[in-house]
């Protein structure tokens, strides 16, 4: 129990919803209403008379987890999953219904923008009220102001009231304040999505900071590659409820492939286009195995056997087929253009149907993938640099754990693991 940093037994949180304010009526109001339209208000009094049921939510129901000392866990899941809801009764802003959660350590929390900022205090002034309400010291907080400052940029500004700050200029602060002034739990909701993206690396490079030091991190995020590559363990949460928890990738994967029906037929729906200009369009795509089957799981090794079908509506001249590969946390792992086959050519075609395929041997590393589609004019031709159609993870697969021998893969980062030739040889003799 003492390596315990938080721990949560069946907690839970209900919202009424559905009711409506109303204004405060004198009798006067109510003799004055009724003398205007009696019999409509008759009615509209027996019917206020009777009980209304009442709405009820469970943000929560029955959640149940513990984070170990220097733990940092991700918590994924759509949005209305009930996630901040959690994040908030655990900084205890919000009482729960029922259950009950334990929390040993000094508690930092950055839910949303400005959270615990007085906004005609300057920014200055709110460093240290901050630090006053995470319990720390004048002479702690002293130690650490210049690299408060420093790293939320805003030297400019530091004595004007925050609320003069822009969005980005209050989340900068707000984040470098709960960074750097150790709590020993960090809890971090999906506030860094309001910075630009040199301030959210930034970020994430100081909660690998954190996370290096032993202090405890919940971290709530619609990033999934900050989630793996900054969580030891990951919580899935979908109406509610916990659905998942175990290792950062596998819980990413089961979240990110949850809802994505298998679409063995590869149909690209009108939905998928993005930006078409009506002079190609993608109709369908398949991976095939070796029997011409489609399919949407490969062994280790397989190599990927791409089928796409596209329509020339009006005649195109100078035209590449792209395929892209990302891993579904948005990794790019491949481009390939079919112009990178020595032997094939742009193509210029009449209007019709046409089929294209292609075989690649790309050892990718087990996990899930998604196959994007472009079609567009190579350059030097005319509307060179945009995309005749563009279709966005038209088809999930994913790659097991196995060779098709049935051979296991060794754990390794990366993404793809091809194969090499080594020599190793021996170029001294030990001298006797």
């Not at 009526?25 to 004055?32: C, G, K, N, S």
């Not at 205007?36 to 009442?54: A, V």
């Not at 700050?165 to 709590?183: I, K, T």
Request: glycine share 10%; net charge neutral; hydrophobic share 40%.
């Amino acid at each position: 129990m003492r390596d315990t940093a938080i721990r949560v037994e069946n907690l839970g949180k209900l919202y009424q919803i559905g009711q409506r304010l109303t204004r405060y009526e004198t009798l006067r109001d109510r003799i004055a209403l009724f003398a205007r339209s009696p019999f409509r208000n008759l009615r509209r009094l027996w019917t206020r008379g009777k009980k209304r049921e009442l709405e009820y939510i469970w943000a929560i129901k029955d959640v149940s987890f513990e984070v170990k000392r220097g733990e940092v866990v991700g918590i994924i899941g759509r949005n209305g999953a009930g996630k901040s809801t959690l994040l908030r009764i655990l900084s205890r802003i919000t009482e729960p219904t029922e259950g009950y959660a334990e929390i040993r350590g000094r508690v930092g929390s950055l839910l949303e923008v400005g959270t615990g900022f007085h906004p005609e205090l300057t920014g200055r002034e709110n460093i240290y009220l901050n630090g006053a309400i995470l319990g720390m010291k004048k002479a702690e907080i002293d130690r650490k102001f210049d690299e408060i400052v420093a790293f939320a940029e805003i030297e400019k500004f530091l004595d004007t009231p925050v609320k003069h700050y822009s969005s980005g200029m209050y989340v900068r602060l707000a984040f470098a304040v709960a960074a750097h002034l150790e709590p020993e739990i960090l809890l971090v909701d999906e506030v860094l999505a309001v910075g630009d993206a040199a301030f959210q690396k930034k970020c994430l490079g100081k909660m690998g900071d954190v996370a290096k030091e032993g202090r405890t991190v919940l971290f709530v995020s619609h990033n999934m590659r900050a989630i793996t590559d900054l969580c030891q363990r990951c919580l899935w949460i979908n109406n509610g409820k916990i659905i998942q928890e175990g290792a950062p990738q596998q819980v990413v994967l089961a979240y990110l492939s949850s809802g994505q029906p298998e679409r063995l037929d590869g149909v690209i729906t009108p939905d998928m286009h993005i930006n078409a200009t009506g002079d190609v369009y993608f109709r369908r795509v398949a991976l095939l195995d070796r029997a011409n089957e489609p399919v949407t799981t490969f062994f280790f090794g397989e190599p990927l056997r791409i089928l796409m079908e596209y329509e020339v509506c009006r005649p195109v001249e100078g035209m590449r087929l792209i395929v892209a590969i990302e891993k579904l946390d948005g990794t790019l792992v491949s481009v390939l253009h079919h112009t990178d086959d020595p032997h094939a050519y742009l193509i210029d075609a009449e209007p019709g149907t046409y089929s294209a395929s292609m075989e690649v041997a790309l050892p990718l590393m087990p996990g899930g993938y998604s196959i994007h589609l472009a079609a567009k004019p190579a350059p030097g031709f005319w509307g060179s640099g945009k995309s005749w159609d563009w279709v966005q993870r038209a088809l999930d697969f994913y790659v097991k754990e196995f060779s098709k021998d049935g051979d296991g893969i060794l754990p390794a980062g990366g993404v793809v693991r091809p194969s090499a030739k080594w020599d190793i040889r021996r170029i001294d003799r030990v001298r006797a």
